[in-house]
């Protein structure tokens, strides 16, 4: 009775005014997606048009703060995670300690408000990145925490707070290590892991392995439009791990020789799910119908405080898609970057916290905002 | 009947009891000695039907934990002025009691409860110094104010009161599993540091304190170690507290081998009057079910002893299966004995809830990887072949030197998570994804790995 309405028909012709407001970037492209994508190597038309219009266009994109303050930001930032090894959280934390030696302020008082003036500036530019928000919002909340309980001179508080920040730097590859060397138990020899997306913390779990001398193989799959399977399978095979690439749509056909599915994560949520590129969703639905074990590789950083409660709930993230072929005009193409797996398809997950099941999830985040 | 056995159990019980009375600390050979008699107790006795008396039970969990902490406690008290640094931490002294806990560990990794037992002592032990130390430093009597090292969190020492905050959360930080709090505050180490801060005995009144605070805080040990004890062999009847709620007016319940739990379980909801029925599966190759019914009858029980074959014809008439359990892992899976595996799956098939019965201390840190091999024990193929019929079969000497026929006998089976419905332990009923929060308040993360 309840069917759903033709309720696309009228959404069609009433999409004509832009989803981007001027705040954000220019046609709503993720930026985060943008960078993995330009990390991975694979540049499109649609890209370069866009990177060439940035350049022309400095500062009108940015928000009315100060110009000069946020200028710094999001240039600092955009600096850091350009390069390919360090996370997004990371260059948030190093961006934020970049502010902090800017910054004129005389009280505590006065850095945290343009902390988080400044927090909020990144965040409002790339809504869509999950471990930004996260990281944003662990480092003010150390940073009002940490002040709680100063009581010495500004100056040497201001010191401690940016050598933490820059320490955060290592705690990106030491947690990697961590988690590698948590995950070395699950790989037993023989084994066969379906790998999807292209995360460096996955990679380091089985450099970790190889290193050990285990003996596995490794099913990738194409991860189209990003190409990660290719660039996958050639870090792989450097290491000699016996590599095969499949179609994402050969991910059912291969399941039943598979013994487990390794994902990263771009954010784990409050319910103990997780966002990840697309096609993790489906690659979790297959496994879990076939008793496949599904392990997820994740630092503690990414854990954001989201509850999303389908797939449409989370701020939309679009990605151009290249078919190589001229599309009609009129045909849409569904573009977005990433998808949400529900935790009951989800066996463990990984992070430099230990070995979590995904009810431990929403009891880690409630200890920190308290 | 005076079997080796008995008298092994006698003499490793004799053994603690003369070292515990001794008041010098355990010198390497004897806690090597120590060792081998604890693994002999548990490891030797697999009492068999056909030989021995067969009312005398096979030593059951409980009683190997507390085996375990008759031990710890025999040689805390015993090491007279070993410091507390060299009792809880220190791998080099062979005699201390992490480099002791970790041979035990190693003898039989597969007995989960010793690992358990060891890790919560260490807990009780941590937690005794950390409370002792904030107390010290909080009070600045026991300890010289000198004594407090500069790198309580990088601050100077002129201001003693807001140093004792730092220290308190920074060792609430310390007790508590790593969490996303402390990823950006580093380690902190202060917790430890006015404790063992052994600048040479240069005063004789900071000799004398520290001795007051070794002993206070072994005092202070032995009492929680003694806590435990009481704990785990009070176990069965603070389990069985809880049977009346979960059974109920004509029911019909099934088990599968034999548990001590489990018969007190069911015995307290006799007694409170509810009239129920009970299938005993009976648990090949030991066939523990027909003890358990013979117990059962004994008390008035209506019972009926099926083959492990038949679970799955019986199930659609089965209110409930309650069986206990030989570990609990930290996923909320369960190791039980060899045949669970299928009750749980008949009784997912025909949605029948699944309950497991164990004490607190059989819940074990640790996440299960290929259980049904590393966790199991594979025992002699006698128990299900007569080896004078099949001894040509068997025989290692034909051909290229492997027989035909393979015998496989696991004694355990591992249940995952999803097929289990509730967990009834000493502290009330839980869900399987709750056992992590357990885990959280019985044992420190540094204690995983030994």
Not at chain 1, 77 to 90: I, T, Y
Not at chain 1, 110 to 116: A, D, G, P, R, T
Not at chain 1, 131 to 143: N, P, Q
Not at chain 2, 151 to 171: E, R
Request: hydrophobic share 40%.
């Amino acid at each position: 009775m309840w069917r759903r309405s033709a309720s696309f028909i009228l959404d069609r012709s009433s999409n004509s005014p832009p989803m981007a407001d001027t705040t954000q970037n220019p046609d709503a492209i993720s930026a985060y997606y943008q960078t993995r994508a330009a990390h991975h190597g694979v540049i499109t038309s649609d890209w370069l048009a866009q990177a060439q219009a940035a350049v022309e266009q400095p500062d009108s994109t940015h928000s009315g703060l100060g110009p000069n303050k946020s200028f710094n930001v999001i240039d600092e930032f955009n600096g850091w995670r350009k390069q390919p090894d360090l996370a997004e959280a990371v260059a948030a934390i190093r961006a934020m300690a970049a502010v902090i030696r800017a910054s004129e302020a005389t009280t505590m008082m006065e850095l945290e408000i343009e902390l988080k003036k400044a927090s909020d500036t990144l965040k409002s530019w790339d809504k869509t990145s999950i471990s930004l928000t996260a990281g944003c919002d662990l480092f003010i909340r150390y940073v009002t925490r940490t002040s709680a309980l100063e009581y010495e001179d500004f100056n040497s508080a201001k010191s401690r707070l940016l050598e933490r920040a820059e320490k955060f730097g290592e705690i990106s590859c030491k947690a990697r290590k961590i988690i590698a060397m948590l995950s070395q138990d699950f790989i037993f020899d023989g084994c066969t892991i379906l790998v999807h997306g292209l995360s460096r913390v996955v990679l380091e779990v089985l450099k970790t392995a190889a290193q050990n001398n285990k003996l596995f193989r490794v099913l990738c799959t194409e991860g189209r439009p990003d190409g990660t399977g290719v660039l996958l399978s050639n870090e792989l095979s450097k290491l000699d791990i016996p590599v095969k690439l499949l179609l994402d749509s050969a991910v059912a056909y291969s399941m039943d020789e598979v013994d487990m599915v390794f994902v990263g994560a771009d954010g784990v949520v409050e319910s103990g799910g997780i966002i990840n590129m697309m096609g993790t969703y489906q690659i979790a639905l297959v496994a879990h119908s076939m008793n496949k074990p599904v392990y997820v590789a994740a630092e503690s950083y990414k854990f954001a405080r989201l509850y999303p409660l389908d797939q449409k709930d989370m701020a939309p993230a679009l990605r151009p898609i290249e078919f190589g072929v001229k599309i009609p005009a009129k045909v849409e193409v569904e573009r977005s970057a990433r998808d949400y797996t529900p935790p009951q398809y989800l066996t463990l997950l990984f992070t430099d916290l230990g070995v979590l099941s995904p009810s431990v999830v929403s009891d880690e985040l409630i200890q920190l905002y308290l | 009947i005076y079997t080796k056995e008995f008298f092994l159990e006698r003499l490793s019980y004799w053994a603690f009891v003369s070292a515990a009375q001794t008041l010098r600390p355990i010198k390497p050979p004897a806690s090597h000695y120590l060792v081998f008699l604890f693994n002999s107790v548990s490891l030797s006795p697999e009492y068999s039907l056909s030989t021995s008396s067969p009312h005398r039970s096979p030593p059951s969990h409980s009683h190997r934990c507390r085996t375990c902490n008759r031990w710890c406690l025999s040689l805390l008290t015993s090491s007279g002025n070993v410091r507390l640094r060299d009792l809880k931490l220190q791998r080099d002294a062979p005699w201390s009691f992490l480099a002791v806990g970790a041979q035990l560990v190693a003898a039989n990794p597969v007995e989960l409860a010793v690992g358990n037992v060891v890790r919560r002592v260490l807990h009780i032990i941590r937690e005794e110094d950390l409370s002792l130390a904030t107390a010290a430093v909080a009070g600045l009597d026991l300890l010289d104010a000198s004594d407090d090292d500069e790198d309580v969190n990088g601050k100077g020492i002129g201001y003693p009161g807001m140093s004792a905050a730092v220290v308190a959360a920074a060792a609430r930080s310390t007790l508590r599993p790593p969490s996303l709090q402390t990823l950006l505050e580093g380690t902190p180490e202060s917790a430890t540091v006015p404790y063992t801060s052994s600048s040479g005995a240069d005063s004789e009144s900071k000799t004398a304190d520290k001795s007051s605070i070794t002993r206070k805080l072994k005092h202070d040990v032995i009492e929680g170690v003694n806590q435990l004890i009481h704990e785990i062999a009070g176990c069965h009847e603070q389990i069985a507290e809880q049977a009346i709620e979960h059974i109920h007016q004509n029911e019909v319940i099934l088990t599968l081998g034999s548990s001590r739990t489990v018969l007190e379980f069911l015995c307290a909801a006799k007694e409170k009057k509810r009239s129920f029925r009970v299938f005993v599966a009976e648990g090949a190759p030991r066939y523990q079910g027909h003890l358990l019914a013979k117990e059962l009858v004994a008390r008035g029980l209506q019972t009926t002893v099926i083959t492990d074959s038949a679970v799955f014809a019986m199930i659609s008439r089965v209110n409930m299966v309650i069986i206990g359990a030989h570990a609990v892992m930290a996923n909320g899976g369960v190791i039980g004995p060899v045949g669970v595996n299928m009750a749980a799956l008949a009784a997912k098939k025909h949605a029948v809830p699944f309950v497991v019965l164990a004490g607190s201390h059989k819940l074990c840190p640790l996440y299960p990887h290929n259980p049904e091999v590393l966790l199991n024990e594979l025992r002699s193929p006698s128990e299900l072949l007569d080896f004078g019929e099949f001894s040509d079969c068997l025989d290692f000497g034909t051909g290229s030197g492997s027989p035909l026929l393979q015998v496989v006998n696991p004694t355990f089976d591992y249940v995952p998570p999803s097929l289990v419905s509730l967990f009834i332990t000493d502290t009330g009923g839980h869900n399987p994804s709750y056992m992590y929060r357990l885990i959280a308040d019985y044992y420190s993360a540094d204690d995983l790995v030994m």
